[in-house]
Nanobody
Framework: QVQLVESGGGLVQAGGSLRLSCAAS????????MGWFRQAPGKEREFVAT????????YYADSVKGRFTISRDNAKNTVYLQMNSLKPEDTAVYYC???????????????????WGQGTQVTVSS
């Protein structure tokens, strides 16, 4: 059984920063790609960022490129999302996700992920 627990969300002013964390347990975290997604009120969940199992490859949505950074610490079974220069349109519930494919490439498609966290709310005020 895989468990993912996000933390670090909150309320921040536009232009500010937050760092989200996702702690994984229950399987070998270090051999799987990880992803961050978000869902704003009234909208579908969308891809934000993904990172390969070793951390050497990352992909970002165009909307966050240059502002957000995904990273991971396999020794701590944790993946991070550093969010800088936040905008009101970044307001959403942020989810981390992983899949059961070992040594797979990072991926942006929601359906390719098998396990999801409960989400953490990020609110950016203008």
């Amino acid at each position: 059984q895989v468990q993912l627990v996000e933390s670090g969300g909150g309320l921040v002013q536009a232009g500010g920063s937050l760092r989200l964390s996702c702690a994984a347990s229950g399987r070998t975290f270090s051999r799987s790609a990880m992803g961050w997604f978000r869902q704003a009120p009234g909208k579908e969940r969308e891809f934000v960022a993904t990172i390969s199992w070793g951390g050497g490859t990352t992909y970002y949505a165009d909307s966050v490129k240059g502002r957000f950074t995904i990273s991971r610490d396999n020794a701590k079974n944790t993946v991070y999302l550093q969010m800088n220069s936040l905008k009101p349109e970044d307001t959403a519930v942020y989810y981390c996700a992983t899949d059961t494919t070992e040594y797979g490439m990072p991926r942006a498609a929601e359906f390719e992920y098998d396990y999801w966290g409960q989400g953490t709310q990020v609110t950016v005020s203008s």
